[in-house]
């Protein structure tokens, strides 16, 4: 039977709500995450650089900084990345070249479209109001676009998890082929990107399956079928990535090497002088410390000081100074969504639960937590219990003050999200900046500029110093490629820096007191010495400190002094210093 117009008339009023609303979340969402990409954060951080260098590697000579034909693990700085983030970024590296926007771009960009992807996930969830509310309060998260606005793996895996996630909970709805293989594919995509993916996709897929298994009985025989030769297909990916890549990084961040447990255990064997050795192996063994320290690491994930005060205390890169990873208006309103949960019907309406409870499962198997970068993830599911909370509030009070409720709200998330963008902007550029490796590219530009005037550049000790100067530095890889064959390296990230130029050294300490005439030392911080040396320019950070000191030595006058400012403590080097000349190189 033909719809009547006025049912014509709903439909296209409901449809053109629809569409203002998706127009809204993409303008504050790009918006958010591509306004001075390029800019802010300050500073290119090792792992973008390294990011950037070798798709760039990838782009112009199809090996990797390694020379390895297309990996699908990048050993990169040690490590290892899963192959998503680098491949993601390689079309741009051979269309624009080395370029911090380009570099940042594809991460920006799936940061900037998982907004729009919940939208329609918690639309089908829970409905529009509650799509739109949960969407725009994910493209306003703090922690969101912190991470969407710098070259990592976890945006990206975020978005392939989310956008799976919807494609698995429609096809739940109404099993189709299409459905189906894009579930499969996202699945695929999220476990190639990002490691904390080997545990959430198998937690994510288990709950919804359980959630959904009366509805998934009912399918017939063929599409039982195929969903099981597509949950094997997914099955043997995520065995072949967790047996490429499993192992590699966990060495380095898993709970079993954490010293923490080691010190603990000796410490406690050492206290059960009387007891009986199976009396002590029983009750003080790893098994145990690793299940405690897991436990504690999985709890603070949800601390509330962590959330909405302080964030990353242990990794300021991660987090915006002064505030936490959520908006402090965020607070009331996750409340009432823990809350409102509750007045949902239907078998999906403790999904946003299962989501945030999934989220920090990989990292509390990591030291170092809470980590705001290895759960990422949950940032989607906290948007959802706030976007919830939000329409209980609106249900309870907007009825009799539906235009006051809806402006305050308004007004009160502006404010907060505009003070976010203040001290994202303004103050954490301020804000440990050295552990953003901001002045990196400055320096390296300085250096090429005036390396003709000196028989040797000699750099301090700074980490990871070969791949700033190979990106910034626009080294082409087929020349570092050919340049690198047949050598044996002892330590490849100082002795290839002897490669990238004749005249390029590398000291064991940050500065020296006693250098060769003719040479440019290139310092970093405040270490550098006041007796024999000349000046010859600094690059400062945002703070006002120095980042890199340029100096030469000049012994004609013994009693040749300098005055620098913002100095905290004279120089004292290993008084055994030398210049390290790579052995390779001798």
């Known amino acids: 039977m033909a719809k009547s117009k006025s049912f014509k008339k709903a439909d296209r009023k409901e449809s053109y709500i629809l569409k203002l609303l998706l127009f809204t979340i993409i303008l504050i969402s790009f918006g958010s995450r591509f306004i001075g990409l390029s800019k802010v954060p300050q500073g290119m951080h090792r792992d973008e650089v390294s990011i950037g260098y070798n798709a760039f ?75 739109f509310l949960s969407a725009m309060s994910l493209a306003i998260s703090p922690w969101h676009v912190l991470f969407s606005r710098a070259a990592n793996e976890t945006t990206i895996a975020t978005f392939a998890a989310v956008v799976a996630t919807f494609f698995l909970i429609k096809l739940v709805s109404k099993w189709t082929k299409t459905r189906l293989i894009l579930c499969l594919v996202f699945f695929v995509i999220a476990i190639f990107t990002y490691r ?40 043997m990916s995520w065995l072949f990535v967790v047996h490429a890549a499993g192992s590699t990084r966990v060495k380095d961040v898993g709970l079993q090497n954490s010293g923490e447990i080691i010190v603990n255990l000796k410490q406690q064997i050492s206290q059960d002088l009387d007891e009986k050795p199976i009396i002590t192996r029983i009750f003080h063994n790893k098994a145990i410390e690793v299940g405690k320290l897991f436990a504690r690491n999985y709890v603070a994930h949800f601390d509330f000081t962590y959330l909405f005060f302080t964030g990353d205390l242990k990794s300021t890169p991660n987090s915006t100074p002064y505030m936490g990873h959520l908006l402090l208006i965020d607070l009331p309103f996750l409340i009432m969504g823990l809350i409102g ?28 937590t ?41 007004a009160v998330y502006l404010a907060n999200y505009v003070y976010f963008l203040h001290l994202f902007v303004n103050h954490k550029r301020m804000f440990s900046s050295w552990e953003r490796d901001a002045g990196m590219g400055e320096m390296v530009r300085f250096v090429n500029r005036e390396s003709g005037k000196y028989e040797k550049i000699v750099f301090g000790s700074y980490m990871d110093l070969y791949v700033f100067l190979l990106y ?47 040479d440019l030392y290139v310092c970093p911080k405040q270490a550098i ?49 030398k210049i390290i000349f790579t052995p390779a190189l001798k």
Do not use: H
């Open 57 to 131: 590697s990838i782009a112009k000579t199809a090996k990797d900084e390694f020379g390895r034909p297309f990996p699908f693990i990048f050993e990169s700085l040690g490590d290892f990345k899963l192959p998503t983030v680098i491949y993601t970024d390689v079309p741009f590296m051979g269309i624009f070249g080395l370029s911090d926007f380009w570099v940042r771009f594809p991460t920006a960009l799936f940061g900037a479209l998982t907004p729009i992807a919940l939208f329609f996930l918690s639309k089908e969830l829970f409905g529009p109001r509650i799509g």
């Open 196 to 235: 904390t993916q080997f545990i959430f996709t198998p937690l994510i897929l288990t709950s919804i399956s359980a959630i959904n298994f009366r509805t998934i009985l009912k399918w017939n025989s063929k599409q039982k079928a195929m969903s099981f030769f597509a949950l094997a297909i997914l099955a």
């Open 341 to 368: 949960i509750l007045y949902i019907t239907g078998r999906n309406r403790f999904f946003p639960l299962l989501w945030v409870g999934a989220g920090p499962v990989a990292s509390a198997f990591t030291v170092d």
């Open 370 to 410: 809470p980590s705001a970068m290895r759960n990422l993830i949950s940032s989607v599911g906290f948007a959802m219990i706030i976007g919830i909370g939000i329409s209980l509030v609106l249900d309870k009070f907007g009825k009799r003050y539906s235009t006051f409720v809806v402006l305050l709200i308004i």
């Open 472 to 518: 910034f530095g626009k080294v082409d890889p087929a020349y570092i490629q050919v340049k690198e064959m047949g050598v044996n390296f002892v330590d490849r990230k100082i002795e290839i820096i002897n490669l990238i130029d004749p005249k390029y050294y590398w000291m064991s300490t940050a500065c020296t007191l006693n250098g060769d005439e003719g």
């Open 529 to 577: 010495p006041i007796k024999n040396v000349d000046f010859v320019g600094r690059i400062t950070s945002p703070d006002g400190l120095p980042a890199f000191n340029f100096i030469t030595f000049d012994y004609s006058s013994p009693e040749k002094t300098i005055e620098l400012p913002n100095r905290n403590n004279l120089y004292k080097p290993d008084p055994m210093e």
